[in-house]
């Protein structure tokens, strides 16, 4: 069975710096393509950055310069690390994984089948 579980959320100010974290269990995370998600209410998700088998990656116009999406193979995890955090970064954060070895296109929601339960970020001003 796979899981992806985030962890590392909180309430931060604006300018601080958060690295999320994404366990994930019943698969390699390298194997396919995954991705960072995010979320407030009322709207719809949106990616924030992923990352491919080969190690490339994607990022949104918004978070480029300020975020970083790596993984660590050994531990099975997937991060993001935020910096120069904004209130506009406020939102639930979700980890994602792709179900196929090929890669689909990254910032695409449809596009990836695994998904983990977010972990809220919360900026203050």
Known sequence: QVQLVESGGGLVQAGDSLRLSCRTSGRTVGS???GWFRQ???KERESAAAITTQGGTDYADAVK???TVSRDNTKNTLYLQM???KPEDTAR???AAQAQAYTYVLNITTNYFY???G???TVSS
């Open 32 to 34: 396919t393509a995954m």
């Open 40 to 42: 407030v209410p009322g």
């Open 65 to 67: 310069g300020r975020f």
């Open 83 to 85: 910096n120069s955090l």
């Open 93 to 95: 954060y979700y980890c």
């Open 115 to 117: 998904w983990g339960q």
């Open 119 to 121: 972990t809220q970020v």
